[in-house]
């Protein structure tokens, strides 16, 4: 609607309102910034996820390493898992009717306390050692030497469990 003016102006300034349209393009602006922040936001996520599961599989291939590293005995069994940001390697060792454990487990939050469980075939448990999980400035966990009286064949899995039952991660023999 044009309003009647003496003045010699533009048709355009004599619009009462905005422009037929113009409520159009401030919402595409709008979108366009919110789809290039959600973007945005997309690409940092999927770095974080990227860079964090790097580092697990770095720390899981360095503890097989370490747990071949560890055993002198031919006869050793590694294992090792991963779960939640929590690793765990363990070189099981047959000894004459029981097993010698030496685990290097990382990921568990500082002040946690914690124990190692050994799990026979038939389903007993054995708890071959327990600690408090330290804040270490090097970024490395606790590597602990335990015993389970359960054969070494006959092993089915390692755990590290916290002190009320909750499993951080396990490493089937199995």
Known sequence: MH???PFDLPPEAALDGPPDGGDLMLQRTLGRVRQEKAREGRRRQGLAVAVSTGLLAVALAGGVVIGR???ADPGGLVVSGVANGTGLTAVITPAEGWSR????????????RCRLVVTAAD??????GSWVAADREDGRGVELDGAALVAADDVRSVSVETV?????VTALAR
Do not use: H, I
Request: glycine residues 18%; aromatic residues 4%; negative net charge.
């Open 101 to 112: 454990l030496r685990v290097d487990v990382g990921g568990v939050a500082p002040g946690s």
């Open 164 to 168: 009320d039952g909750q499993v951080l």
């Open 3 to 5: 309003l009647d003016t």
């Open 69 to 71: 590293e560890l055993t």
């Open 123 to 128: 389903g007993t448990r054995f708890v071959a």
